[in-house]
């Protein structure tokens, strides 16, 4: 009998713990709405990263793979699942001189405000280069739009702190948290494609400027939005820490999977810390329904919840997992994974699931164009779902360590040292 019993109890904490999976039909949504909305540079570029986390693991630096890539992994050309991620960095490479008003020598992929977010589009722009793609037609020089955008971050066109922080934005010395997902991750992977260790270096240099400046040891670490000029937010914007972890374990696996792994020892362990102080930070702020406010520690009445940060910093919570074998806060993103894949049981509304539309986007989320405001449709908040879908996935797939402690190490017993376990505490109960 106590051994049915804890069958049913292990069965019915399995039940709890496993939210239902996104079906191959919802994620296809997912992306498609994720196509069609993203539009602006950094939108282009996560989107890049996300496809690659998804559709084609091997070659994202949160794989196994060397970097760069072994030729051995294109011998026929880059897998087709990588088609889409090729494709967008011909359109953006292809269309450079007219976005860029012909602009010769140092420049940006494409025109924007933002010194930073174009950026983003550089490590899909750097694999059409290794891999020699050629799905184009093969006109286009990957290589030489990666070093003119390269040099144009370094360039008097893009200022700088004293100590050599990019700024995110072109018209005025500024640093947003945003910019650590959009700048280093493309630094190191060129760094490591043109065998330059400085480069390398310079990627984990730029991280540790930005939490000097961003990290607010008042808010146990997390990090503020924007500094330094006009139109600053000093406030704990979830998403922006978010970026900022998501940049940083990019560096860190980037550097990992590189020939430099072993001489660069400090630099992973310094990057997994940031990450986990970020983490140690806002994660008391998770509410009981799974979700982040878009300021997490804020009583701001306009305040919101906010599913799109959830969902990013989730998945930096199974990628640290997986990277370092830290799983302090890995019960709090399965609370949020399950949150955000929750059925809908309001029977007034036509969508299967809570936290999604019925045509799929995720919701409630922040304006990705006004940080201060809920929105209604954002594409990166698309990419953060895959995001999430992909890291968890790879968590999974390497036997889902430290999702509840206790719950799972429980289950894990065989029946017999439950039964004796069990024995043995009805045996004292009854005595007492
Ligand atoms: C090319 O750049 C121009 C100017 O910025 C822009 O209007 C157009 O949408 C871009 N086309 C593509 C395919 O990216
Ligand atoms: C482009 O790829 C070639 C190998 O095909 C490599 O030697 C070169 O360093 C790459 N350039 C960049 C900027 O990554
Ligand atoms: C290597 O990277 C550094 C930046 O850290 C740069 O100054 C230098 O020019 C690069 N070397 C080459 C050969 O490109
Ligand atoms: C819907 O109902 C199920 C079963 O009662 C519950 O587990 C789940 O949390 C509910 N979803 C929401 C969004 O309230
Ligand atoms: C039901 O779904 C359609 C799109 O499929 C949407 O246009 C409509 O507004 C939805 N109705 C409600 C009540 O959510
Ligand atoms: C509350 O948030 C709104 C919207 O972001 C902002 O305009 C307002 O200044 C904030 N109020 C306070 C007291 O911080």
């Not at 039940?15 to 997912?30: E, F, G, K, P, R």
């Not at 359109?91 to 976005?99: E, I, L, Y």
């Not at 199974?318 to 049981?345: D, I, K, M, V």
Request: hydrophobic content about 40%; aromatic content about 10%; glycine content about 8%.
């Amino acid at each position: 009998m106590p051994s049915s019993f804890l069958f049913w109890l292990c069965a019915s904490l399995f039940a709890l713990t496993a939210a239902q999976n996104l079906i191959d039909n919802q994620l296809t949504q997912i992306e498609n709405n994720l196509a069609t909305g993203a539009t602006h540079s950094w939108e282009i570029g996560t989107r890049a990263e996300a496809l690659t986390e998804l559709l084609t693991p091997s070659y994202s630096v949160f794989s196994s793979s060397s970097v760069p890539l072994s030729s051995s992994q294109f011998t026929y050309g880059p897998p087709s699942s990588l088609d889409p991620v090729l494709a967008l960095a011909h359109s953006v490479v292809a269309n450079r001189s007219t976005s860029n008003d012909n602009a010769q020598g140092p420049q940006p992929f494409m025109q924007d405000t933002a010194a930073g977010d174009p950026a983003s589009i550089g490590v899909a722009v750097l694999i059409a280069n290794w891999t020699g793609y050629t799905g184009d037609g093969g006109a286009e020089d990957y290589a030489g739009a990666a070093r003119d955008q390269v040099d144009y971050l370094f360039s008097g066109s893009v200022p700088k702190t004293s100590d050599g922080a990019i700024s995110h934005r072109v018209s005025q010395l500024q640093l947003w948290s945003d910019s650590v997902y959009m700048v280093p991750p493309f630094l190191a992977y060129y760094g490591v494609t043109t065998a330059n260790r400085s480069m390398l270096q310079e990627a984990y240099t730029q991280c540790k400027l930005y939490r000097s400046y961003l990290r607010d040891s008042s808010a146990g670490g997390m990090w503020k939005h924007i500094v330094m000029g006009s139109g600053t937010d000093s406030g704990h914007w979830a998403t922006g820490n978010g970026w900022a972890a998501a940049g940083m374990l990019r560096v860190l696996r980037t550097i990992a999977n590189s020939q430099y792994a072993n001489t660069m020892k400090s630099e992973q362990t310094d990057l997994a810390n940031w990450v986990g102080e970020i983490h140690n930070g806002i994660y008391p702020h998770l509410q009981s329904n799974g979700l982040f406010k878009n300021y997490p520690d804020s009583s701001n009445s306009s305040n919101f919840d906010d599913a799109a940060s959830t969902a990013l910093l989730a998945s930096t919570v199974y990628r640290l997992a997986n990277a370092w074998g830290r799983h302090t806060h890995l019960p709090q993103a399965e609370r949020s994974w399950q949150a955000l894949l929750a059925s809908n049981n309001d029977s007034s509304s036509n969508s299967t699931l809570a936290h999604f539309t019925s045509d799929m986007w995720l919701t409630p989320i922040v304006d990705p164009y006004n940080f201060g405001q809920q929105g209604a449709r954002s594409p990166e908040a698309q990419a953060f779902v895959l995001e999430m879908e992909a890291a968890r996935g790879d968590w999974v797939a390497a036997g889902s360590q430290g999702a509840s402690a206790a719950v799972g190490r429980w289950c894990g017993l065989g029946v017999w040292w439950r039964w004796m376990m069990v024995t043995a505490v009805v045996g004292i109960v009854g005595v007492w």
